[in-house]
């Protein structure tokens, strides 16, 4: 039996989970109390067919750096799985906070179109920091917190890769 | 056609899907077909589809795409006789309709001539105000410099709404709520506008209250005769970006239709346009209809109007270029109801944040009545540099409601992996009260913002949970089987390497 802990709502929320096989395909997977018995079918490429009791669905998953994306009907549902050993990591290195030296990265690759602040400059929460364009729109990128300017890592015009370090907040 | 400008070979001088529609047409018509392509672009799906490619650049589109001269180049070397200029880029740009025509290229599209006066818009709105189509109030052309702007919106009362005097498609449009935004949304309007046209000039016009987006596709030919092939709705867009386009528009009759139709043939011939254009209109909450726009080009959004009239749009404009003649007005035959919905690389859930990156898997949708106009493939890599449009699904069914149902059914099957998309937003769009009703106004992706981006449905977060820890407990059980397989096989092979060293050694080789 292997057990695992799933990470909702970018970590906000967290529900522990039980899987046991019990034959090729079979599985008994605890979860929320309840004891699911569960027959999946892979298809092709991140396709699991799931018969959940007696209910038939099909869940696409697509797996991304960090997290799988489940899509279930009409619904995506980001989730994070966790065994135990990275619980313990995770935890160790603390949750979801604004505290202390905020790192703004590229939210995806772009060119730098604005640099609009420096080093010094005291920010508040949610003021534009620098614009990012991508696919010929411009995007600004706000200060998750109030502080001051400590670091500015990119220039105007630059290119820039997703999850470039961009500019730093203290 | 006349022989002397019989085409035998289109250059398509874009990218991404409407290079790939372009060359569908071109192939069932049997003509010879050459893309062109960027750095980023090397790998595209329109790259693959052309008999011929040249590389014009480095991947800005203002290094490659929107250089007039390598175009008309790439056409020279490879003896195309025809140049397409899809839509975007330089579509509207006559520079590239004259270098064409000195370089003894059949351009797709109307005469230089024809679209300076429409595809400058603020000229276009001086022509039709002499006509007399009442047109929405604004600067009589652009205005250069920001302080005098921004005295012109101050008089015209806001919210006012900036627009490039050489765009369209909504890139450097913005719209001002206030006056203190004024200044920085007209910088960006520039920095946008000069990116995607080449071109920084703005003008200025009155927001409307509650407007509809209403355009009305025309089609000239070189022998006077032009015709309208109906309405396509285009009111749900999102920072001014169209999202959704049906036709029929929920508001139209057939006497409005056809006052519509002749006011936007009217236009056309009034200044000798030739080819595929679309006269945009405004209509008010009375049912008023103001000039807006003419694009003197192919629209995205053309396959609305191709799945109602069973008309091939690409395959009028080739044959309108090399002298065709169209069909009369009364041989253009409507029927059922036609929805697209723009696929974009975007997340809504992320404040429509552009998505470019690796499509790992591509599934798209089939069954009755769909049609998928892609730009994309699994394993290609979205680039950042582009529009992010991968794709337009549109449904054609018999009644609105059909169609709409159509599509949200065949936007369920669409699944792509690696990027994020809007098709589930697409879906909500199509499953909102207001839209179905077809009570709605451009305001509607404004208004209805919070129902748009629904969350997940709790009811299946069970099932989705279920899914990720199956895969897990059977990616770790493949994990810890392969290392094992890993230790046996590493004590399998010493020998291996013993055998290898004395086969070397026999060789009298090193490596």
Redesign the interface.
Same mark, same amino acid.
Request: hydrophobic letters at 40%; charged letters at 30%; glycine letters at 8%.
């Given at each position: 039996m292997?057990r !695992?802990v799933?990470l909702?709502d970018g970590g906000r929320r967290e529900?522990p989970?039980e899987?046991r096989?019990t034959a090729p395909g079979q599985?008994e +997977?605890r979860?929320?109390g309840r004891v699911?018995v +569960?027959d999946?079918f892979?298809h092709d490429?991140?396709t699991?067919s799931?018969i +959940?009791d007696t209910a038939s669905?099909t869940?696409?998953?697509?797996?991304?750096d960090s997290h799988? /994306?489940? /899509?279930? /009907?009409?619904? +995506? !549902?980001p989730?994070e799985?966790l065994?135990e050993k990275k619980l313990r990591m995770r935890r160790a290195a603390g949750g979801f906070t604004v505290e202390g030296r905020q790192t703004l990265a590229a939210?995806?690759?772009?060119?730098i179109?604005k640099v609009q602040v420096k080093v010094g400059d005291a920010v508040r929460e949610g003021q534009a920091l620098l614009?990012v364009?991508?696919?010929?729109?411009?995007?600004e990128l706000r200060s998750p917190k109030g502080g001051r300017v400590v670091e500015v890592l990119v220039t105007e015009g630059q290119v820039v890769e997703?999850n470039a370090k961009l500019c730093v907040v203290e | 056609m006349s022989p002397k400008t019989r085409i035998r070979k289109v250059l398509v001088a874009n990218r991404g899907e409407i290079a790939v529609r372009v060359m569908r047409t071109c192939r069932e018509m049997g003509l010879a077909t050459v893309a062109v392509y960027s750095d980023a672009d090397r790998g595209a799906l329109h790259v693959r589809k052309a008999d011929e490619a040249v590389h014009v650049g480095p991947s800005p589109a203002r290094d490659s795409y929107l250089v007039v001269e390598k175009l008309v180049d790439a056409a020279k070397k490879t003896g195309a006789d025809a140049l397409h200029p899809g839509y975007g880029f330089l579509s509207e740009n006559a520079a590239l309709a004259r270098a064409c025509a000195a370089a003894g290229l059949t351009f797709v599209g109307p005469p230089p001539e024809a679209m300076e006066t429409m595809g400058v818009k603020t000229v276009a709105r001086r022509h039709m105000n002499a006509a007399g189509v009442p047109t929405v109030p604004g600067s009589e052309g652009p205005i250069a410099d920001e302080q005098e702007a921004k005295a012109f919106a101050d008089a015209l009362g806001y919210p006012v709404m900036i627009k490039p005097a050489a765009g369209g498609g909504g890139?450097g449009m913005k719209k001002v709520e206030r006056e203190a935004d004024f200044l920085a949304l007209w910088d #960006?309007a520039r920095?946008?506008s000069a $990116? %995607?046209f080449g071109d920084e000039r703005l003008y200025l016009e009155k927001f409307l209250d509650e407007p509809r987006h209403v355009e009305i596709q025309i089609f000239a030919d070189e022998h006077g005769d032009a015709i309208h092939l109906g309405e396509r709705e285009c009111s749900v867009q999102r920072?001014q970006q169209k999202v959704v386009e049906e036709s029929p528009s929920c508001i139209l009759d057939e006497r409005m239709r056809q006052a519509m139709g002749e006011v936007a043939v009217r236009a056309a011939k009034a200044v000798g346009y030739r080819g595929a254009g679309t006269v945009e209109f405004l209509v008010d909450a009375a049912r008023s209809f103001y000039f807006l726009e003419m694009n003197t080009r192919l629209q995205v959004e053309h396959p609305v109007t191709e799945m109602i009239t069973g008309l091939d749009l690409v395959r009028m404009q080739l044959e309108v270029a090399g002298g065709g003649r169209l069909v009369p007005q009364e041989a253009v035959a409507r029927r059922g109801h036609a929805i697209e919905a723009r696929i974009y690389?975007?997340d809504p859930g992320? $404040?429509f944040?552009? #998505?470019? $990156?690796k499509i790992?898997?591509l599934r798209v949708p089939g069954g009755p009545g769909i049609r998928d106009d892609s730009g994309v493939y699994a394993g290609w890599v979205v680039p950042?540099?582009? =529009?992010?449009l991968i794709s337009k699904l549109v449904a054609w069914a018999p009644t609105r409601d059909q169609a709409i149902e159509r599509l949200i059914r065949a936007l369920?099957e669409y699944?792509v992996?690696?990027i994020?998309t809007n098709v %589930?937003y697409l879906?909500a769009v199509l499953d909102h009260p207001a839209f179905r009703s077809g009570a709605y106004d451009t305001q509607f992706c404004e208004r209805y913002a919070a129902d748009l981006v629904?969350p997940? =449905?709790p009811a299946?977060? =069970?099932?989705?949970?279920?899914?990720? %820890?199956?895969? %897990?407990?059977?990616r =770790?059980?493949a994990a810890a089987e392969a290392s094992v397989a890993r230790a046996g096989s590493v004590a399998a092979s010493r020998s291996n390497w013993a055998r290898l060293g004395r086969a070397r050694a026999l060789r009298g080789g090193g490596a």
């Open positions: 292997s !695992y799933a909702l529900e989970i899987v096989q599985f +997977v979860l929320r699911h +569960v999946a892979r490429y991140g699991l799931l +959940v669905y869940a696409m998953l697509d797996e991304r799988v /994306r489940v /899509r279930v /009907r009409d619904s +995506v !549902y989730i799985i065994d939210p995806m690759p772009g060119r179109a614009v364009e991508a696919m010929k729109m411009e995007n997703g | 890139k #960006s920095r946008e $990116g %995607a920072r690389a975007e992320r $404040g944040l552009p #998505s470019p $990156g790992t898997y950042q540099y582009y =529009d992010p369920g699944t992996h690696g994020t %589930a879906a629904r997940p =449905d299946f977060e =069970d099932v989705a949970l279920i899914a990720a %820890a199956v895969e %897990a407990y059977k =770790d059980r």
